[in-house]
């Protein structure tokens, strides 16, 4: 029998810091400077805490090591959450400098 959850468990690490955390700085960084539009901090109200939800999920699913189920399970939550919040943050802040 192979071992799923090992890869996905990289693939969890992986896409928080590359399309999580990254994305949630450059778009606060980008709002502090006031290169983007005046919208632009209801992105990062929205995305922070999707963020935060995948890193708890991740530290969760990283813990469980009895249940191989619960934990493929918190991993595919936990980068659900991520795409979530880099289509809200990088996908809205791309949206907003085109109508502005």
């Known amino acids: ?10 693939y969890a690490v992986l896409a928080v810091v590359f ?3 990254l994305p949630a700085v450059m778009v606060t960084m980008l709002v502090a400077r006031g290169t983007t ?3 632009g901090w209801l992105l990062v109200i929205g995305g922070v805490p999707l963020v ?14 009895d249940d191989p189920e619960l934990a493929d399970r918190l ?6 959450f991520v795409a ?17």
């Open 52 to 65: 935060i939800c995948s890193v708890i999920l991740l530290f969760r699913a990283w813990g469980t090591t």
């Open 75 to 80: 991993y595919r939550r936990c980068m659900a």
């Open 1 to 10: 029998m192979t071992n799923t959850i090992t890869p996905l468990r990289w």
């Open 37 to 39: 539009p005046g919208e």
């Open 19 to 21: 399309f999580g955390i």
């Open 84 to 100: 979530g919040a880099d289509v809200l943050m990088l996908g809205g802040n791309a949206l907003l400098k085109m109508t502005s």
